[in-house]
C-alpha cells in the first residue's frame, strides 16, 4: 500500500491522473501543486465495535484487551472505561480481524466504512454511536486528488463531487487545522448537514481519558463553524491537552 507522499509524487510527475485517498488520511493544508477535485457520498462515519465474545463496550469483564492504534479512539475508551487494556493493532483490515479472532484481543474498534466497503461486517458487534465516540474528521469518506489547474480531469471527476460530503468535511477538516492536529491526534469532528444548515460535534481529549473536552455548535457556512468551534475548545483548554500530547510524544502501548 502506497503512502499519500508517493501517490502525489505519481502526480506531479505525470504518472498517474488522480489518487483516491481515504479523506482523514490526508493533510489539512495540501501542497499548492494539488487540489481536491471531488469528495464521494460518505460511508458510514462511525467506529465499530468487532468482537467473538461480546455485543457491545458495556459487556466486556475488567481488564479487557482492547485493539487500536488510534490515539482518538484510546481516548474516548479510557474515558469510558478506564479499567481497559488498550492495545496497538496494525495491518490492513484482514490482518486486524485474523488477531481478533486468534484471540490475542477481546475486541477491537474499527471503522464502519472500511468494513462496509470490504463486506468484512461479520464480527462488527455494535455501531459506536457519534455521542459515545466522536469519529476522526473526514472518516467515511473518499476525496479524489488531481494536479492543481488540471481543468480537463477535474470535468471528468466533477460529478462524483457529492455536496453534502464537501460541506461536512470541509467543516470538519477546519476545526482539525484550527487544532493544529493530524489523523493521529485526539481530536474527533462530526458534522452533518441538518435542514440547511451544519451542525458540527467536536472532540479534544488527553490519551489517558482523563480529559475530555466536547464543542457542539451550528451554523451556514462549514469554514467558519469548523474554525470558530476550533478556538472555542482551544480556549476551554484544548491548547493545554494537546501541548502534552506533542510535547510528551504520547504512543499507544505495546502490543500485549
Known sequence: MRSPKEIEEAL????????????????????ADFEIAAITAREDPRDVFCSLKFANMEELPQRANVGTSSLRR?????????DLQIHPV?????????????GDYDAIILAAAGLNRLDKTQLVRQVIPVEVMTPAAGQGALAIEIRNGDTATRSVVAFLDD??????TTCERALLSKLG???????????????DRIRLSALVA??????VLRETREGDDPVRLGEEVGETLLRRGGNVILDEVYGEGFALPQQP
Not at 74 to 82: I, V
Not at 181 to 195: M, S, T
Open 181 to 195: 492536529g493530524g489523523c493521529q491526534v485526539p481530536i474527533g469532528a462530526f458534522a452533518e448537514v441538518k435542514e
Open 163 to 168: 455536496a453534502a460530503a464537501r460541506a461536512t
Open 12 to 31: 506531479i510527475e505525470n504518472r498517474v491522473d488522480l489518487a483516491v485517498h481515504s479523506l482523514k488520511d490526508l493533510p489539512t493544508e495540501l501542497a
Open 206 to 211: 488527553h490519551p489517558d481519558g482523563t480529559k
Open 74 to 82: 484510546q481516548a474516548q475508551l479510557k474515558a469510558l472505561r478506564p
Open 90 to 102: 496494525r495491518g490492513n483490515v484482514d490482518t486486524r480481524l485474523h488477531k481478533l479472532e486468534s
